[in-house]
Structures are given as structure tokens and as C-alpha cells.
């Protein structure tokens, strides 16, 4: 496909078989094709043939591909568009040579009267030829293929502007050979337009070749990302290692990662702990610690540590493979915006062809003479070719979602680039999203002479053998003062707490109930100091020792470092935020209070069957509602928002009911993520502006005669070029230096 006419033809003919529905890509040259079980991929691929075009079925990206005949799981090929396109740029590249090396020499003997000799037309006939033949065949043959199915595209407009300025040209000069007979004529002085076909073939082929260039940069994102799986993994099977290649891996074999390889596929660590360079998934710098039990995402870099990780999701299941589809199926979309652009390219052509004769035809009933009309119907035809309009939309989509995917953001489609625009409020679950999602110590008040440090170790060393969350807490940071102390006579009661003897010392540690059953009653004053814990939104355990209550232990929800600064930044957007939990009003306050929400813009005590219809209040009130949320039960209110945000460290129900998915825990990505697409959306919006600006201002200057065709060429072909550069810029979103010093930044690991 060569435009955007190319485009709406293929859509329109698949849009006619019965259920299909059709989305055509002019950069990617691929269709999404959605499709009922009586439409067979044959009959799409035969629709497509007829139409004048050729398809191929295609492995979605990451998808398994099976041998044909066998049985046989072969790894799926991800070179075969990029080889077809590197192709397809050197046969341009072959032609623009050519087209240069012979279009200097015809300028300069037409255009510079001191350079001419006698019949020096027939040379500039003879050089001119290779080029209007040979270099501009990809036109004419996409011109020839297009007439044969009673159809025309921008290729056509090419095709009859070159063919007509050289067959003008030749019947001239061979009706008088004795035209170009003398040397030093002005263009004013002869009727030969050899130059006009050899400048616009060149110049045309020269956009269409930058143009080739940078639809494969504005690509290059997403090959990338798919290539950053390992390609071998070294499977333990018996106790011995085998190096197979990373596609063979089944769920349940167990692999080997030494420090600095890859992880092959996503599973969980059975033997070894290690530091995780998240960063080509998630975007974020900072690795991650991972220990026994502990998920691990495939293409991932353990840094340190060796381990053996059990594979859970291979192939198409993995979140790399899913990441590339999500990119792939955003990429294929089309923005509301461009359905516009779309319409008028179906009927782009054949309204120029007729303004073309138009043109022709004014000019000489009024008076013109035959070189003046032609003249202004040929810059017309030049003018017209919407190669802009068909890229205005894809390219930019291409490059924005490419980006987004080497930053750990994942835009599902088009239309969240609109809904993006349109958000005023934003909710943020508190737990996970806001906060880290994981209690710690806060704070120790002995109430007996035993130490802070004392009643710390005694009530991990009990608490390290129970599950509950708050248990592993109070474990983990006793164990940061040292090896556990041993446990015996361990009993637990749900909802309660735990107690046995470390030591030779009785321990309790609990609920103040739980204390009471155990025969410790605090006194007045520690229930003061319990309750002064509390309205700061601590989670309190009371420790028992020996009869007698000797302290308690304050937990708190540790809010992530720079969520403070991402909700400062999303206000900076224009987005009010508001913060939801089911925790108690003293929790949630004092954590909006650190990172700037104010009171009233806070919602506590909301139980996960009630954020559903908090979200709907809020649209009910007018506010066109963003939701960033991490767990299973944020995913119906994702599904409710205007605007669905996933947290990637969440759970797949909540990345399937967003919209965006940020693969990191940072809540700062989730302003990123709606800076790229609001910048993706403007970039979309100003080439649409400049690609209908430079039709609506191009085709009336030439149909006044105020435009060479050579410079119409020129034109037409650094519109496009225009059009895909400025995408290109966006390839260049957050990294520091490049003008985009307000936009928060993670580090961009994935080369471009």
C-alpha cells in the first residue's frame, strides 16, 4: 500500500463480507481483521488479492507458530517484515540513484541556456526516459494494478502527472525535431517538460524513500521489544543441565539463571534469592530483591544472585509476549480523529482527477495556451497525492505506543488517547497504587523496663511462625537485628494473635482480647498510648511477656517514595485527585495528608463492592473519572472509570479491565503514561492540521497556474517526510535534555 486511498479500499472491500470488521495500518502495512466462524482467513487474504493487494496470514507477536505437518513448536520468526521492508527500502534506494544520476544532467540542459547545444532536446529525452520508466515503475504499476480494479490512488496521481509531462514532451518534440535545434532557449521559449517528469519522479521517490526509512524507525519499538526474550535457557532435569533453546520451555521445567542472564520465561523462584533488573519490562532503574516463592518475569536480568525459577506462562502467555500484543493491537486501531482523514482519502482521488481536467479545461476556454493549461493541470495532479493524510494518524500511534512500550506503558488503543484528554479526576486506590501495599514497623513503647530492641526480638521470633501479614512484618524487622530466636509450644487463633515460649519466656502477641485470654489485662494508660497510635493511622500489636503487657508495636502502610511527587505532577495536569480505601478515616488521612490530597478528597471505609459506585458517584456529579488500581478488586471499578489504569505489579483481571497499563509500581508512570498520550494525541492532531492545510492551500494555487510542477513535487514529497518526522519526535519523550524537563522520567534502558 503506498496512501491512505490504498488504505480505505482494503478496509471497504473486507468491510463487505458478511460480520467482518477491518482495521487497515498503511506504516505496519498489516489489517486487524475481526472476523465470524463462517469467514475463513483464506477468504480474507482472496478479498485482499482482488482488491489489488497481496496478503499473508501473520503470527501474532510473541504467539507460537507450529511447523506445518508436525507437531513440532518452532520459534516464531520475527524478521520477516523487517527483511521484506529493508527490501523494499533498497530497491527505492537502487531507483532514487538512478533517477539523480540522469535528472541533473536533463535540469541543467532545460533549465540553463548556457549549458544547451544543438538538439539538445533529444538528449533530454533520452536521459529522462530510464527515469520515468525504470525509477517511477513502482508508480505506475501500483497506478496499473489500481485502473485494473476500477480504482485509483495516490499512485495514480503520480503516474499520470510524470507520464503526461513525458508524452507531452516527446509528441512535441517529435512533431518538430527542429524545436531544440538551437542552444540558449529559456524555458519560456520551448514546450518541453522533460525535466518536470525526471524533478517530480526523484523528488517523489526521494520522499518515498525517507518516508520507507522512518515507518521503520517509528516500528522499531515494538520489534525490539519482542526480541528482548532470551533465546536459550538451561533446564535442570534430573539433576542435570540441558541447554535447550528458550521456545521449547514447558510450564513446570525448572531453569537455571546465572548472574547476568536472562530470564527465560515468566515463573517463580524455587532455590536462591538475587537482585531482578525489572527495567526492560517495567522502566524502573532500581532492581528488584527477589527470594524463594517470589514471582520473575521472562526477559528480565538477574544481576547477582543464582536461581532456579519454575516456569509458569511460556510463549504467547508470557507478560512480554502480552505487552506485544497490547502494543501490536494499539498500533492497529484507529484514533476517532482519523476517521475522518479516512473518509476524504475514499474520495480523495477522484475529486482531483476531476479538479485536474477541470483546470485543464478552464484554462483553455479562457483563453490559456496549450503549455499553460497543461502546465497548471499536471501541478494539480503533483500536488494532490494525500500521502500525508494516510500517515498523519498511523505513524505517530506507531511511535507513541513504541515509546510508551520501552517506558513500561502500555496504551490498549487509540481511543484511550481521546479519553485522556477528556479525564478531569483521577481516584487512586490507596493500597498498592499509593502506598507500597506492605505494613512495616513504624514504632516500638515498652511499657516495662524491657528494651524496644527486646520486645522487638521476642515478638518477631514468635510472630515468624505464623503467615499473616502483620506477622511477616513484625519477623522481618526482628530479623533485621539478627537470626531469629527458636519458638516452641506455638499456638495461634485466628483474628487474634499467637503466643509460645522463646527462650524459656512466655510471649503473647495480639489483639488486646487476645491478651485478656491469655490473663494480661493492660492498664488505662497503655490503652492511651494505643489509641494515640491509632488516630495516626499505626496498626498496633500488643506484646505480652510473661504475664504482664510489655509493649506494643505500631505497623504502618509505608507510602512509595515519589508518590508525593507523581500526585503533584498529576495535578500539574489539570487532574483532580482523589484518593479511595477501605481502610478506617484515620489511615486513609494521614495518608492523603503526606502526599498532598486534601480531606474532603478522601474516601475511606469503601469495601471493594463499594468502589464500583463510588466511581459512578463521582460521574454522576459531572467528573469524567481516571482509576489507577492495582488488585482484584479494583478491576470492575476500572472497567466503570472513564479512564482504566493499571498498576503492572497487580494482578491480570486488573491489567484486562484497564485501559493503560503502567508495568512498574511507580505511581509516577501513571502521569507519564497520561503525558504520552495526550502528547501522542496532539501530535496526531497537528498532522492531520498540516496534512489537510497543505491539500486545502496546495490544489487552488495550483489550478491558478501559480505552481511548477517541480516545485508541486518537491512539495508533495516533504509533506510527508514532514508528517512522519514529527512523529518521530515523540521517540524522544522523557529522555532528559530534550525539552521535555517537566515531564517526570524513567531511565529508558531499550535502545531506539
Same mark, same amino acid.
Given at each position: ?88 527500502? !533498497? ?7 538512478? +533517477?539523480? #544520476? *540522469?535528472? %541533473? $544532467? &536533463? @535540469? /541543467?540542459?532545460?533549465?540553463? =541556456?548556457? !549549458? ?7 538528449? +533530454?529525452? #533520452? *536521459?529522462? %526516459? $530510464? &527515469? @520515468? /520508466?525504470?525509477?517511477?515503475? =513502482? ?11 476500477? #480504482? ?601
Amino acid at each position: 500500500m503506498t496512501c491512505a486511498s490504498c488504505v480505505a479500499r482494503v478496509e471497504r472491500k473486507l468491510g463487505k463480507l458478511d460480520g467482518v470488521q477491518a482495521s487497515v495500518n498503511l506504516p505496519l502495512e498489516s489489517a486487524q481483521v475481526t472476523v465470524p466462524d463462517t469467514v475463513t482467513d483464506q477468504q480474507i487474504i482472496d478479498t485482499v488479492t482482488a482488491t489489488g493487494y497481496t496478503a499473508r496470514l501473520k503470527a501474532a507477536p510473541g504467539a507460537d507458530r507450529l511447523a506445518q505437518d508436525s507437531d513440532e513448536t518452532v520459534a516464531p520468526d520475527l524478521s520477516d517484515d523487517a527483511s521484506a521492508a529493508s527490501a523494499a527500502s !533498497a530497491g527505492l534506494r537502487r531507483r532514487l540513484l538512478l +533517477a539523480v #544520476a *540522469l535528472t %541533473l $544532467p &536533463v @535540469v /541543467t540542459i532545460s533549465m540553463i =541556456p548556457a !549549458a544547451q547545444f544543438p538538439h539538445w532536446g533529444w538528449w +533530454a529525452f #533520452a *536521459l529522462s %526516459l $530510464p &527515469v @520515468v /520508466t525504470w525509477a517511477a515503475w =513502482p508508480f505506475h504499476r501500483a497506478a496499473a494494478i489500481n485502473a485494473r480494479h476500477l #480504482a485509483s490512488t495516490m499512485d495514480t496521481l503520480v503516474s499520470i502527472g510524470v507520464s503526461a509531462a513525458f508524452l507531452f514532451s516527446s509528441w512535441q518534440l517529435f512533431a518538430d525535431p527542429s524545436l531544440t535545434a538551437h542552444t540558449g532557449m529559456a524555458m519560456s521559449t520551448h514546450t518541453l517538460y522533460f525535466e518536470v517528469a525526471a524533478v517530480v519522479t526523484t523528488f517523489l521517490l526521494l520522499g518515498r524513500y525517507l518516508e520507507a526509512n522512518a515507518k521503520q524507525r517509528a516500528g522499531n519499538a515494538l520489534k525490539e521489544l519482542l526480541n528482548l526474550g532470551a533465546k536459550e535457557a538451561t533446564v535442570v532435569r534430573d539433576g542435570v543441565e540441558v541447554q535447550v533453546p528458550a521456545y521449547r520451555l514447558q510450564p513446570g521445567d525448572v531453569f537455571l539463571v546465572r548472574p547476568g542472564e536472562k530470564i527465560a520465561t515468566d515463573g517463580y523462584v524455587v532455590e536462591g534469592n538475587s537482585a531482578v533488573d525489572t527495567s526492560l519490562i517495567t522502566g524502573e532503574s532500581l532492581p528488584v530483591e527477589v527470594d524463594v516463592d517470589d514471582t520473575v518475569v521472562g526477559a528480565t536480568i538477574n544481576t547477582n544472585g543464582r536461581l532456579l525459577v519454575k516456569a509458569t506462562r511460556v510463549g504467547s502467555e508470557t507478560t512480554l509476549a502480552q505487552m506485544g500484543r497490547l502494543v501490536s493491537q494499539a498500533q492497529s486501531g484507529k484514533a476517532p480523529i482519523a476517521r475522518l482523514a479516512d473518509r476524504i482519502s475514499a474520495v480523495f482521488v477522484p475529486v482531483v482527477l476531476a479538479i485536474a481536467a477541470a483546470t485543464f479545461t478552464v484554462w483553455m476556454l479562457a483563453g490559456g495556451d496549450l503549455q499553460s493549461s497543461f502546465t497548471a493541470a499536471v501541478a494539480v495532479l503533483v500536488i494532490a497525492c494525500p500521502c500525508a493524510l494516510g500517515l498523519a494518524t498511523p505513524t505517530a500511534l506507531l511511535t507513541g505506543t513504541g515509546r510508551g512500550a520501552q517506558m513500561g506503558i502500555l496504551i490498549k488503543g487509540p481511543q484511550v488517547l481521546e479519553d485522556t484528554r477528556t479525564v478531569d479526576t483521577i481516584v487512586l486506590d490507596k493500597t498498592g497504587t499509593v502506598t507500597t501495599g506492605r505494613l512495616s514497623v513504624a514504632g516500638i513503647h515498652s511499657f516495662t523496663p524491657a528494651s524496644q530492641d527486646e520486645i522487638l526480638t521476642y515478638a518477631g521470633a514468635v510472630e515468624s511462625a505464623s503467615e499473616h501479614p502483620i506477622a511477616r512484618a513484625i519477623a522481618r524487622a526482628a530479623q533485621a537485628n539478627g537470626p531469629l530466636l527458636p519458638v516452641s509450644g506455638f499456638d495461634s487463633a485466628p483474628g487474634g494473635g499467637v503466643r509460645g515460649t522463646v527462650n524459656g519466656r512466655q510471649i503473647v502477641a495480639g489483639r488486646a482480647g487476645w491478651l485478656q485470654a491469655n490473663g494480661i489485662e493492660p492498664e488505662a494508660g497503655h490503652y492511651t498510648a494505643l489509641q494515640g497510635q491509632e488516630d495516626a493511622g499505626a496498626t498496633v500489636i500488643w506484646v505480652g511477656i510473661d504475664g504482664v503487657a510489655a509493649g506494643i508495636i505500631s505497623l504502618t502502610d509505608t507510602v512509595k517514595a515519589g508518590s508525593a511527587a507523581a500526585i503533584s505532577r498529576l495535578k500539574a495536569l489539570g487532574l483532580h485527585p482523589v484518593l479511595l480505601t477501605g481502610d478506617n478515616a484515620a489511615v486513609a488521612a494521614v495518608v492523603a495528608a503526606e502526599v498532598g490530597i486534601p480531606a474532603e478528597d478522601v474516601m475511606a471505609g469503601v469495601l471493594p463492592e463499594g468502589k464500583v459506585e463510588a466511581v459512578r458517584k463521582l460521574q454522576a456529579s459531572g467528573a469524567t473519572v481516571a482509576m489507577a488500581g492495582d488488585g482484584v478488586n479494583d478491576a470492575a471499578a476500572l472497567a466503570q472509570a472513564d479512564l482504566g489504569i493499571a498498576m503492572g505489579s497487580g494482578t491480570d483481571v486488573a491489567i484486562a479491565a484497564a485501559d493503560l497499563t503502567v508495568m512498574g509500581n511507580d505511581l509516577g508512570q501513571v502521569a507519564q503514561a497520561i503525558e504520552l498520550s495526550r502528547r501522542t494525541l496532539a501530535t496526531i492532531k497537528t498532522n492531520l492540521f498540516w496534512a489537510f492545510f497543505y491539500n486545502a492551500v496546495g490544489i487552488p494555487v495550483a489550478a491558478l497556474g501559480l505552481l511548477n510542477p517541480m516545485i508541486a513535487g518537491a512539495a508533495m514529497a516533504a509533506s510527508s517526510v514532514l508528517v512522519v518526522s514529527n512523529s518521530l519526535r515523540l521517540r524522544r519523550f522523557g529522555r532528559p535534555g530534550r525539552g521535555d524537563a517537566s515531564i517526570p522520567r524513567l531511565p529508558a534502558t531499550t535502545p531506539v
